[in-house]
């Protein structure tokens, strides 16, 4: 990477945040030059995190983290599910109103037992975050240097407020998560002077300001997939989560290829020699079908290996099955199908049976699919 220097701007998005952590570790491993960070709500709380420089330290607090670790629930909840589902909704409401707000004293000791306030105040990369008065009616945006490093953690809170938890005092003023204002404080930096600023969205809940100019270059970091909801402290969950984003950024930078799946530039260029990209994207699409595992670094020769035994095994299960939808219409047949490993064999028997027939479109979104996997079976062939 080139020494050009980037602002760096993480986004609100609860336990979803984790992404983050792995654009981090892949920003790092790149050698991309951050010298400032802003962030709303979790992307405040990353934010202070990386300015230690220990993203180690931040995986294992991830990997281990609890809802417990975050707010004091005294209804028995169902700690598999997000806080705000369905199953859980109704007990954190009525502690909600019995308590004027959930208390988040636990994520508080979290912080002052993880966070270094001398490594956060002397780095040389700058940070910001942003939280909101509704009593003025105004955001409160500030710099380290305008924070007394004793009152930092309090601001962290106060910028990381979600609605659900009581406010954060601060002298005679109630703040609360700065999503209410801008969940992506990119104007910070662009007030700064930044021309260059990578921002990391992981699909929260808040509002997105208008940027206050259009003279800069934004690089878009957002995830490939759904996160989760912002309660979902899923340890599994929360592991793939730091994955994707890590994959995803080394994507961004052109360090890894791929449509659906993640390949070294070396492994996609072996790929090009034998398929062009609209097949490679047949292929990666079936791959997702057949529910490969979607967050490795594959080779070529292992993409195409495991392709084809999925491919084997899904052709296996529809020839048992076959028959039974003989006499019946395409339309009927795809209706009884649920799985959708054995539609796409059911199509590709479609597509062989009648080639030059117009393709039918209950199957379109198959097509591509089928296409590269007559090619992958040449392949195999040759």
Avoid: W
């Avoid at 995986?59 to 281990?64: F, L, V």
Wanted: net charge positive; aromatic share 12%.
């Amino acid at each position: 990477m080139n020494n050009k220097e980037y602002g760096l701007v993480l986004a609100g998005g609860g336990i979803k945040g984790a992404y983050q952590v792995g654009v981090g570790k892949a920003l790092k491993e790149l050698g991309v030059n951050i010298t400032a960070i802003t962030g709303a709500s979790i992307g405040s709380i990353n934010g202070a995190f990386m300015l230690q420089d220990n993203l180690e330290e931040m995986i294992k607090i991830y990997e281990n983290i609890t809802i417990t670790d975050i707010v004091e629930v005294n209804s028995k909840i169902d700690s598999e599910k997000d806080l705000l589902s369905i199953s859980n909704i109704r007990k954190v409401f009525k502690e909600y109103v019995e308590n004027k707000g959930l208390e988040n004293t636990p994520l508080k000791e979290l912080l002052t037992n993880n966070l270094d306030l001398d490594l956060i105040y002397n780095s040389n990369i700058d940070y910001g975050l942003i939280s909101y008065s509704f009593k003025n009616k105004k955001p409160i945006q500030l710099f380290k240097k305008d924070i007394p490093k004793e009152k930092l953690i309090d601001y962290i809170l106060a910028s990381s407020c979600f609605p659900i938890f009581k406010s954060q005092k601060i002298g005679d003023i109630e703040l609360v998560d700065g999503g209410f204002f801008d969940n992506a404080p990119i104007n910070m930096l662009i007030d700064k002077g930044y021309k260059n600023i990578i921002v990391v969205d992981v699909q929260g809940i808040g509002f997105n300001k208008k940027t206050t100019s259009k003279d800069i270059y934004i690089k878009l970091l957002s995830p490939s997939e759904d996160l989760g909801g912002l309660f979902y402290f899923n340890h599994k969950n929360i592991k793939k989560n730091i994955k994707i984003g890590y994959l995803d950024t080394m994507k961004a930078f052109s360090k890894m290829q791929g449509n659906y799946f993640y390949f070294s530039q070396k492994e996609f260029k072996k790929m090009l020699d034998y398929f062009n990209l609209q097949m490679i994207e047949g292929l990666e699409l079936a791959g997702k079908i057949y529910n490969m595992d979607r967050y490795k670094v594959y080779s070529f020769n292992e993409f195409i290996k495991e392709l084809y035994e999925k491919h084997k095994e899904a052709e296996k299960k529809y020839k048992l099955i076959k028959k039974s939808f003989q006499n019946k219409s395409i339309k009927e047949t795809f209706k009884n199908m649920q799985n959708s490993e054995i539609i796409l064999c059911f199509a590709l028997d479609v597509y062989i049976g009648r080639p030059t027939a117009k393709k039918f479109k209950i199957l379109d979104s198959y097509v591509k699919a089928v296409e590269a996997l007559l090619e992958l079976e040449n392949y195999e062939e040759s």
